[in-house]
Nanobody, 133 residues
């Protein structure tokens, strides 16, 4: 059974940084798409970044980012730990929200990144990030 378990998050001061983790298990394929999303108060769910999990031997993990987070957010993976990460730098109060990782047993098209606008099937439990000004 596919499962995503998140950790990290918390309360930080503006300008600080955080690393969110998403540990995966139960997938029957070695490669799949993963995404990171945010649900902020009063806003809809926002796609932040994607990564092609396990894609190192298949053209790279092809990270992709929403324009709003480019330069501050970095997505990565550690296959040995079955974990994907979202590193967030220079946090602002606008980054406050519930952060989710998601995955689906699909591969991106050749040469492309995993899509942000996609109905990922498997979701982590979410982790809260609160940024104080």
């Amino acid at each position: 059974q596919e499962r995503l378990v998140q950790s990290g998050g918390g309360s930080v001061q503006a300008g600080g940084s955080l690393r969110l983790s998403c540990t995966v298990s139960g997938f029957t394929v070695n490669t799949f798409c993963m995404g990171w999303f945010r649900q902020s108060p009063g806003k809809g769910r926002e796609g932040l970044a994607t990564i092609y999990y396990g894609g190192d031997d298949y053209g790279g993990d092809r990270p992709a980012y929403a324009d709003s987070v480019k330069g501050r957010f970095t997505v990565s993976q550690d296959n040995a730990k079955n974990t994907a990460y979202l590193q967030i730098e220079n946090l602002t109060p606008e980054d406050t929200g519930m952060y989710y990782c998601a995955a689906d047993s699909v591969d991106p098209l050749p040469g492309l990144s995993c899509p942000l606008a996609y109905s990922y099937h498997y979701w982590g439990q979410g982790t809260q990030v609160t940024v104080a000004s």
